[in-house]
């Protein structure tokens, strides 16, 4: 029994870490957005879902543990941090998406201005808004 405590605290250990590192990654990824360059997106993408990969697969190897072994002091205090982590992930998670959400919904925007969509709105010289007005691209050529 020793050594199943032993395998799963050090299981669990890197399982914070992983957290931890997600939690950081999810950090960046709300720069990157904010930046609006997407310069990295990918890669930080690429990089969540290796970390997210290997976040389920040792919950997996977690999972065969015996169920009494999480009742145990060393493993309820890590499975608490564990909890605390996914909870700031996940809020971490839901910020990003609402971010991305609304930089998407920019970049519709700005598209439909430009190319003078029929209901795109913007703003006259006096500040009013001007919805529809395809006034500002009819005369560009390409």
């Known amino acids: ?13 890197v399982q914070i870490s992983n957290l931890t590192t997600l939690t950081q990654l999810l ?3 709300l720069d990157i957005l904010a930046s609006k360059t997407g310069d990295g997106l990918k890669d930080a993408a690429r990089e969540k879902l290796t970390l997210l990969t290997a976040i389920q697969k040792l919950d ?25 982590l996914l909870i700031e992930c996940k809020n971490k998670n839901d910020v ?9 919904l920019s970049v519709r ?10 209901g795109s709105i ?21």
């Open 1 to 13: 029994m020793a050594d199943h405590l032993k395998l799963c605290t050090h299981k669990l250990e």
């Open 27 to 29: 950090d960046s990824e």
């Open 60 to 84: 997996k190897e977690l999972s065969t543990f015996p169920s009494e072994i999480y009742l145990e002091d060393p493993i309820t205090e890590l499975t608490g941090k564990i909890q605390t």
């Open 96 to 104: 990003n998406a609402k971010a991305a959400h609304h930089a998407q």
């Open 109 to 118: 925007q700005l598209k439909e201005i430009l190319i003078g969509t029929p």
């Open 122 to 142: 913007t703003y006259g010289q006096d500040g009013s808004v001007i919805a529809g007005n395809s006034e500002l691209v009819k005369d560009i050529k390409a």
